[in-house]
């Protein structure tokens, strides 16, 4: 029996007014994915690719842990665009074969009445094999609570992201002006100490 579930997530953010845009900072994919998700469960694959293994999941009678694999990208404008590549599922071997997880998701930097915002969205699908074991459980059953499932698991990204994303952006933009006090310091220190020439 095959089943599909869907779920998707929308988000309207407002974004504090820092002496750097947030577009610089959502041009760092990188730093933006361990905003969103537990970074112990996130390695990188590549340039921009990233591997995320999900908490182990309950689904019914059956427990589950997919792993995804994730390419983020953004644009010169600081849209950041994500979409799954592949997918693979721990726990139960009868799953693995018709096993198909397919994210998609963008959050993009926009002005409204002179103040920042980010606009978001994230489709989140799923289609499996139900295994024997709940061949006999009602599919309406089986699909109502997979909704359900992938919802929270959204649910929980967009709690991320409006409180870890956020105060991972005015941390960065405290770095980055650190680190450019630091620099005009050691300018300033470099030129004290060049030798003046000598009047002729």
């Known amino acids: 029996m095959n089943a599909q579930f869907h779920a998707t997530q929308s988000i309207d953010l407002a974004v504090p007014e820092l002496s750097i845009p947030v577009q610089h900072y959502l041009r760092q994919p990188r730093r933006l994915v361990n905003a969103l998700m537990d970074s112990s469960r996130v390695e990188m694959l590549g340039q921009n690719e990233f591997r995320f293994k999900m908490r182990p999941l309950r ?20 849209t950041i665009y994500l979409k799954s590549i592949n997918c693979d599922v721990l726990g139960i071997d009868a799953l693995k074969k018709h096993f198909h997880l397919d994210l998609e998701g963008y959050l993009s930097p926009v002005l409204v009445a002179g103040q920042t915002r980010l606009d978001g969205n994230a489709d989140l699908q799923v289609s499996v094999n139900i295994p024997p074991m709940l061949w006999l459980t009602p599919k309406a059953l089986v699909e109502s609570t ?55």
């Not at 991972?168 to 470099?190: G, K």
């Open 59 to 78: 689904f019914l009678s059956l427990s589950l842990q997919p792993i995804v694999d994730l390419r983020v990208e953004a644009d010169a404008q600081g």
């Open 146 to 200: 997979g909704n359900t499932l992938l919802k929270s698991i959204l649910m929980t990204i967009k709690q991320r992201l409006t409180h870890q994303l956020l105060a991972d952006y005015r941390e960065w933009v405290s770095d980055q002006l650190s680190e450019n006090e630091r620099i005009a310091q050691t300018s300033t220190n470099t030129q004290q100490l060049a030798p003046k020439g000598s009047l002729s």
